[in-house]
């Protein structure tokens, strides 16, 4: 099914609603650290605190009025399942969230806080499956996967799109890839409306499966992703990947460490808390400087889900 | 001499080209926590991270060139430093900051970036002041007082005046009090454009003598205050203890806990970093919710300058 920006202008009013429109940042000081113009999409601002309830409520908002009254099922431990929840709450519907039985209790409370049913079960991909599987079977609930899904990427693509229609012309469109869902949207935004400008995806050393997938020219996976961005370990799916090939993406990776120090160099400078996984577009900004040395540079800052208990520069 | 509305439009018009217009975030978890409708004024995304910067410049651009040309002093171990320096940069002309000899380096480092001579001195008032004259003397550079200048207070104002032109009527509007020029300059605008408004200065209970000011009727002074809010240690100057009286200006006090639990409350929520003295806002509100119960309130945030080495929770 192929996904066009007419797709991603129906998003754009399905959502607007219920989903913030997020503010465009700026930063003296990152400016010139890069020799950039940088223009800071903060989705650390979106409802949940992350993108992701973009796409989880184009994905409710999509649904048929029968089809939504049997609810929606998903499988997430992090910032998905919070989407859902609430994405479901705005049209008043049950949702279904299967969660590893180990998951921090915080992130449990805000998935029932939302009105959610959290579903837990084994900390493994096939009992994650199996589950939702299980739920879907009981209920009726339509299953919605996390980013291999045409509805979550168009809903994800309406954060580039809104980000274009208000800083016009960018020369590079930097957002983190992991299932590819942001990624693949915003590069159909871009590919749209700046069809010459260079999409690029930002991603761990560690979990460098996009990276190798590209290389590749057809999709690889990782078993055991090794990054301390937990929002970054999923393999890209798919759909993503067709899209992300169809617009020549270019992936470009860091290390943990760069990402740690452009973490605490947003917190410092721009006063704004985002978290690791979103920091990697930051790292590699300041990693491949010379790349975009000039240039009008449009970023995604896809999240702020921290413990501050846990900061990484703590350890 | 009296400063009118008149005065903070044309800082406005002074400070426009240099200063951020920042922006006015909502978030739906507080408003649900106090049962009101609250609108924050972000000045922690103000340039040098505090709404400092708008009276420094008003102070600044307020000069003829004659006055200007010799530059511009004052003492300061805090924002009020950096706000001056960058503030003279926008305008090339010299400035110096007197700053206590066990400055932290990054403090003296910022000030110096923005093209500042540093000055040490001893850390005391008295000897403070002299340095100050002294380099008055030197160098005929003007005098720009952190707070008891009608010139700062104009320009602080200008921040209230952005909130309301923004938002509208308020029913109550919050801002921090130290040595006053931050609420002077918001009882000014709030006067002029909601005069059945309430002004409220939020103030640590270990600095508590704007507090004790207000209920006796007359200045009184704290030799010592206890506080960990580093911004909110001064005393209230009598210019702006003046405007405070006129303006019948309510103090709320909070306690550091109160003020360190306020400030992780909203770096979770709204994942913006503000600063102890800042969230004494944050904390007004809560302490005291019942006043504000179906309420517009308006907020300052007045700073997110914080040494992510030594956050107040880790302790």
Partial sequence: MTITIEDVWAATERINA????????????????????????????QRVG??????????????????????????????????????????GI????????DSAKPKLAAV??????????????????????????????????PYADHRIIAGQATAALEL??????????IAPVSGGGLLAGSALSLGALCPSAQIIGAEPEGANDA????????????????????????????????ILQLHQAQILTVSD?????????????????????????VAVLLRYREQFAGQRVGLILSGGNVDLDALPWAR
């Fill in 94 to 101: 049950p949702a279904y969230v299967v969660m590893p039985e």
């Fill in 112 to 145: 029932r806080g939302y009105g959610a049913e959290a579903i837990l079960c084994a900390s493994n991909l096939d009992a994650r499956e199996q589950t939702c599987a299980e739920v879907q079977q009981r209920t009726g609930a339509v299953m919605i996967h």
């Fill in 211 to 242: 990276w190798l997938s590209m290389q590749a020219g057809e999709l690889r996976g990782i078993s055991k992703p090794n990054t301390i961005c937990d929002g970054l370990r999923a393999n890209l799916g798919a759909l993503n990947f067709e």
């Fill in 164 to 173: 274009l229609c208000e800083i016009g012309h960018v020369d590079s469109l």
């Fill in 50 to 91: 992350a993108f992701k309830f973009r796409g989880a409520c184009n994905a409710v908002w999509s649904l048929d009025d029968a089809e939504a009254a049997q609810g929606v099922v998903t499988h997430s431990s992090g910032n998905h399942g919070q989407a859902l929840a609430l994405a479901a709450q705005t049209r």
């Fill in 18 to 45: 219920f989903a913030h429109r997020t503010p465009v940042l700026r930063s003296h000081s990152l400016d010139q650290m890069v020799g950039a113009e940088l223009h800071f999409k903060a989705e650390n601002f």
């Fill in 257 to 281: 460490a760069e990402t740690v120090a452009a973490m605490r160099l947003v917190w410092e400078r721009m006063n704004i808390i985002i978290e690791p996984s979103c920091a990697t577009v």
